[in-house]
């Protein structure tokens, strides 16, 4: 679901932006990530919203992959053509000093770029593909127990959680045994 906010609409009256991962029982368990809506953070703040900003801002909510800051202003003068990287950047920063938005570098995948994504109402892990580049969010009670049990046995309180894996998507998992099998079957010449 996609939210367009005009000078005139109101924030109240809206469901939150939400993303859906889910897989097959037995593959991991089924959740909801749902995104905070930066609209209504940002409006309850305060924050003045320039047209420029809040096409960065809309960007960001619908995205539906995280995207990195030269992707994030393409993407932005589609709908504000004098939108400068200056812009971008300010707004990334405003958005992190609020805590709104994550900044990732998903395993430096693509070298040292950064990416961003909209803060979900629950922590979650980013599963990065070494072979095909595919990044998945997975979210579970353990990982909420075990960030409780640090809480708890280390006294800390945690206040920014990222955790990122890397190896091999399931369906580069598959083809890569494939490869294994045909391999160890291949008559040695």
Known sequence: MVWRISSCESVANRKPHSLRFSRKKGQGVTTLLERRVLFDELIGKGIRLTAQR??????????SQHLDATALLELARKREPNIDRATVYRTLELLKKLRLIDELDLMHLEGEKHF??????????????????????????????????????????????????????????????????RTATAPNH
Not at 54 to 63: C, D, P, T
Not at 130 to 135: A, E, K, L, P, V
Not at 159 to 175: I, N, S
């Open 116 to 181: 961003y994504e909209v803060k979900t109402k629950r922590d979650h892990v980013h599963l990065a593909c070494f072979r095909c580049g595919r990044i998945e969010e997975y979210s579970s009670p353990l990982f909420e127990r075990l960030k409780a049990e640090i809480s708890e046995e280390a006294g800390f309180t945690i206040r920014v959680t990222r955790l990122e894996v890397g190896g091999h998507c399931r369906a580069c998992a598959a083809e890569i045994e494939r490869e294994d099998t």
């Open 54 to 63: 809040r096409a960065v801002i809309e960007v960001i909510q619908e995205a």
